[in-house]
């Protein structure tokens, strides 16, 4: 049998991109690209969830790091945005201030202004407080306040004075002094025409003492209604001076305030504040009658504000809680740490003499606060990890409001002083990034993420390798080097960028579009390039950005190499061995992946135990490699038991192997194994193989295979290359070949050689040099071929297990 045949060419090993396809001296003649490569229905998908008015239509965009994501929807919003601009579609923005409440001092209201308004109320606001200081000051001390209230006071006391004089005379008549305590008026008895000591009272016989009480009880019950006369007096003289107080505070109030309210007079949240406040300072003009009271430097406030617990000025303060006066359009806002205080908004306090206070002044806007009118943009996996985010974000979509609360709350711990302020009304577009797994998890798991992320769009890894993709990814690069203010690429860099993409997604007609990425090797190669001192970077140089950074991270490849090499790790790349062959595994560790040799052995014995799984019995094996091993026994049914049972028994072993092992890459050498085992013909141990295997023995294709042909490749050469040794694998993983020139070289030189079967059979021929043989019209195989000898040794054990069966049963009976 010749090998050639299954031999695949240098030429089909890696695909390579044509520099003169480029026409251009470098990447800086070209115009920056504007659009995304290749992503047709991500683009619609959020186009037409951008442009969706309705409630519920938020994106949730999926798609691997890297690719773009959150870049592309930007772009599409900044564009979508200027397109209403011109249409005049643009939705004016607002200000929102959170201001005192004046019914409910914890519950701080919120009020719209518009756009560049909220500066400009909270000046006048602090504007206000000063004319109300200066206005009122100057009103009480002014010579007609004091004459007014110091007439009213005169005839209050005149009233007082005619009124006592009177209960005066009439306690003298009585034979008392009625005289005035700090506890209030007092009856004293009297004695020769002068008040009574005490001394003198107490020598009084108890008869006169007990007459001189009653006659006072007596004298006091007659009097009283003219102390409650001179009660009322004081009375009407405090309330005349405060009507005389509030006449003139609110002649000077509405004076200030009538240009308010007739200002603010079409937004009613702000004339109610007016209103309240107006209310305030007459409730409290004792307030502004003096000069303000200075701030104490070691309290950092007034001292007045320590006694009294808050300030009394602060309902003048106006907290703008989302200022918009720079905005030039709808809000894009971008959240990269969407923790609850970031996303919400927070409340904030200040540590007084051993408390906490808090108020309307110290709340913050949150992200979901400052998008109000327009767009925000946060991580998935963020919004899901930090506690509580994700259910109150939920809230705020449904219920179009976003609600300041304290996290303590939300986690069931106490608040040292708690603010619930006002909701403010939020029209939002909110746009998730993520990976496809995480949306699959939200779909299944959580009952509101359909209604509120109605829109998906998807972002595909790779693209089709066309002629206007190269060129666009040129365009790309031209962007991404004046973005890192690097050298600009000539076609050569261009083409050698554009055929590792290729090898990134592992297909000779696809690129990547994990373009943070391809940033990096723009920056690495760039820094190559001025250590050449070169002008533009070109191919060499993305070369060696590639290999030092394989070099920075393949410490663990070399090591299991070197292992190999020694033979602490046992590998033949010689020779033929029965049961035995060389199946190749990709390892990844961060981001770095590499091939490695391992060796599989089958031993094969009369028994009816099926194909044993050592993996499996000892916990090392994944499902996947399970079902993998479990298709060996169907394909073998199929195969050899038509005729007769399969009475076989058979142990598998990754030799050497201490770790898990998981997927079915390795299922044909297992059966490749199996096979030799039951034939008796040694199998080349200088070709390794991969690839998975169905029921009808037909080879499917796996993933990484350049990684494990390179792994086995470089095992050889450290071993010594032969010029006989290579690799088997699918044919279906043809166009997956992207093999590094190195092996390309090596296999145009006869070094090396790959191999590529459809099936179990030829994969046979290929590592055994024997015909499989094809089963005839009678059912029998061929003689000296593969298949004949399985067949034939799987006869003889059933033979064998029966008779064996058989003198079991006789020597039983």
Not at 789 to 813: I, N, W
Request: net charge negative; charged share 25%; glycine share 8%.
């Amino acid at each position: 049998m010749e090998l050639q045949e299954y031999e695949v060419p240098a030429d089909k090993l890696c695909w390579k991109c044509d520099p003169s396809i480029f026409k251009f001296e470098c990447t800086k003649d070209l115009a920056p690209l504007r659009e995304f490569i290749g992503q047709e229905r991500a683009t619609r998908a959020v186009q037409f969830g951008l442009n969706m008015p309705d409630v519920g239509y938020n994106i949730y965009v999926a798609g691997l790091t890297g690719t773009g994501k959150t870049s592309m929807v930007k772009i599409y919003i900044e564009k979508l945005i200027r397109e209403r601009e011109a249409r005049g579609e643009i939705t004016p923005l607002n200000d929102w201030c959170y201001l005192h409440n004046f019914k409910t001092s914890d519950t701080p209201c919120v009020a719209a202004l518009p756009q560049g308004k909220g500066k400009a109320f909270r000046d006048e606001m602090t504007s206000l407080l000063d004319k109300i200081r200066q206005g009122l000051g100057r009103a009480f001390s002014s010579e007609e306040y004091r004459s007014q209230k110091q007439k009213a006071i005169e005839e209050g006391q005149s009233e007082q004075h005619r009124l006592f004089e009177e209960l005066s005379v009439e306690a003298r008549r009585q034979g008392f002094s009625l005289q005035t305590t700090p506890v209030g008026p007092v009856l004293v008895p009297m004695v020769e025409d002068r008040p009574m000591q005490e001394q003198e009272y107490l020598a009084l016989e108890e008869a006169v003492r007990k007459q001189l009480e009653a006659k006072q009880v007596e004298l006091r019950r007659k009097m009283q209604s003219s102390f409650e006369a001179i009660s009322s007096l004081q009375m009407r003289l405090i309330e005349r001076l405060q009507k005389l107080d509030k006449d003139i505070g609110e002649y000077v109030v509405s004076g200030v305030f009538s240009s308010l309210f007739e200002q603010y007079s079409q937004h009613p949240k702000i004339v109610e504040y007016l209103t309240g406040l107006k209310a305030y300072i007459l409730d409290n003009l004792e307030l502004f009658k003096g000069a303000p009271e200075p701030v104490n430097p070691i309290l950092g406030v007034p001292v007045s504000q320590v006694i009294q617990g808050r300030d009394p000025f602060l309902p003048f303060q106006v907290n703008v809680f989302v200022d918009n006066s720079e905005a030039k359009g709808p809000p894009v806002i971008i959240e990269s740490n969407p923790n609850f205080g970031n996303l919400f908004g927070k409340i904030e306090r200040r540590f007084l003499l051993g408390g906490y206070l808090s108020d309307h002044t110290m709340l913050k806007s949150g992200s979901l606060s400052r998008a109000n009118g327009g767009y925000l943009l946060v991580g998935a996996n963020e919004v899901i990890t930090n506690p509580g985010v994700w259910p109150a974000l939920k809230r705020a979509i449904k219920n179009r409001e976003n609600r300041i609360e304290d996290p303590f709350e939300q986690f069931g711990l106490i608040a040292p002083q708690g603010l619930r302020p006002e909701p403010m009304p939020i029209t939002v577009k909110v746009i998730l990034t993520g990976d496809v797994m995480l949306y699959e998890l939200l779909c299944q798991y959580d009952e509101d993420f359909w209604e509120i992320f109605k829109i998906k769009a998807d972002f595909a890894f790779d693209i089709e390798r066309t002629e206007d993709n190269m060129l666009a990814y040129a365009a790309f690069l031209k962007g991404c080097c004046e973005e890192c203010k690097a050298r600009h690429f000539d076609p050569s860099g261009v083409a050698k960028v554009v055929e590792y993409s290729a090898r990134l997604v592992a297909d000779q007609e696809r690129l990547s579009t994990r373009f943070a990425q391809i940033k990096d090797w723009i920056e690495e190669s760039n820094y190559w390039a001025d250590r050449d001192k070169s002008k533009h970077i070109s191919a060499r140089h993305v070369q060696k950005a590639l290999d030092e950074k394989l070099f920075r991270h393949n410490l663990i490849d070399e090591r299991i190499r070197d292992m190999i090499k020694r033979g602490t790790i046992m590998i033949d790349t010689e020779g033929a061995v029965a049961g035995q062959l060389n199946g190749l595994s990709v390892y990844t560790l961060g981001d770095i992946t590499f091939g490695k040799p391992s060796r599989i052995t089958a031993r094969t014995f009369l028994g009816r135990g099926g194909v044993i799984n050592i993996e499996r019995e000892s916990q090392l094996s994944g499902p996947i490699h399970n079902k993998g091993v479990m298709i060996l026994s169907g394909y073998l049914g199929w195969k050899y038991a038509q005729d007769k049972p399969l009475s076989l028994s058979a142990s598998l072993c990754f030799e050497q192997s201490y770790e898990g092992v998981e997927g079915d890459s390795a299922s044909s050498t297992e059966l490749y194994a199996i096979l030799s085992s039951l034939s008796g013909i040694p199998l080349k141990q200088n070709i390794a193989v991969t690839g998975s295997v169905n029921q009808q023995g037909e080879l499917q294709a796996i993933g990484g295979v350049n990684q494990k042909i390179e792994g086995f490749f470089k095992v050889c050469q450290a071993k010594g290359l032969t010029g006989d040794q290579g690799v088997l694998v699918p044919e279906q993983n043809l166009r997956n070949l992207m093999l590094k020139e190195e092996v390309v070289d090596s296999v145009r030189e006869g070094k090396f050689h790959i191999y590529s079967a459809k099936t179990i059979d030829e994969g046979m021929e290929i590592l055994t040099g024997i015909p499989a043989g094809e089963r005839r019209k009678d059912g029998a195989f061929p003689r000296d071929t593969v298949n004949y000898l399985v067949d034939k040794q799987l006869k003889d054990m059933a033979e064998k297990l029966r008779g064996f069966y058989a003198e079991e049963k006789k020597e039983g009976k």
